[in-house]
């Protein structure tokens, strides 16, 4: 019964928007912690840090409450899918994949042409944050939040090139060129690099209508007001086909997604540092298949937008710029 009554709200906020009806922020975090406890299992303990981390910005969340209008609610997507919210969210999960991860919703990274799901180091969320099949990614999130959310559940950031390991099907060694000295000169000798593979997508070759990009900008949003952008992003998975070759899903559509560019090898969050380097923030968003803003390539590094170091208390926010979590396993 409370799983029924969460979804009766969560439809419900979808729908409503604005007006004197419509939940706050507060409340909707609220009933997207309950979701992530019921569905996911995530601990009572893992939800207080989580909620003590929300509660130090009056922005974060599943966009804000008064200007964002989803173009699906959870019930739609579900029903093209082809069942109910929670039979969706039973079919997301792989009983192989928790086996090695040791969570739910998170899938192994590796080298298919090399390796086998068992010999992966590291799982990375199928979805992004909250990694609830059919929920609204997390929005307004500085990549220190980021951080710290992922953290908060034994998790962490990835680093870029486990990124694009996820978007790609494939986990390679990591190739950041430190001897080159400065974030741009390793960001284009990257791209340059890897420019034989430019127009690999996680879904192959780009096709418009089959990831989360079909929506639309508030109208008059300036381009990053909270009060007048919403998020109006699409539950996460409502798209099936939009899965990369290892399992992951939207990193093509939805929300920009945040990760970590190490500038040393004592800033790689791959090898355990929390002293991390700068950000990094892509993944084609949902006005992607009418307004193309910039290259989205698996494997190719965006520029310097909105930069700062990674764990700065002022890093970049939005309303369409999320994130998801990476896992260490043994």
Known sequence: MRYLA????TLLSGVMGAGAGAQSLNERNEAMFR???EVRGVTNAEIRRIREIFSGSSYIGQGNPAVTRYPMTPEEAAERIGGSVEAVQRSYRNARFERICGEPYMVPLYDP???????ATVCVDMFEYPNVPLAYPVVWVRASEAAVLCAAEGGRIGDAHEWEGAAAGALLEPDYRFDLGSQGAMR????QNWAWQSNLYSTGEWQAGICATGSSKTPGCNGGDFNGCGSNTYPAGSFPQCRSPLGVYDIDGNAAEHMNLPLNESQMASRGSTTLG???????WFIWDTIR?????????APFWHGSRVMDPASHRNYHLGFRCFRDID
């Not at 090399?114 to 010999?119: A, G, K, M, S, Y």
């Not at 284009?188 to 791209?191: G, M, S, T, V």
């Not at 803003?293 to 590094?301: E, F, Y």
């Open 6 to 9: 969460f979804v009766f709200v």
């Open 293 to 301: 803003a910039h290259p989205n390539w698996a494997r190719w590094r």
């Open 278 to 284: 700068v950000t990094e923030m892509k993944g084609s």
């Open 35 to 37: 979701q992530m406890q």
């Open 188 to 191: 284009a000798w990257h791209n």
């Open 113 to 119: 042409a090399t390796e086998r799901p068992e010999d």
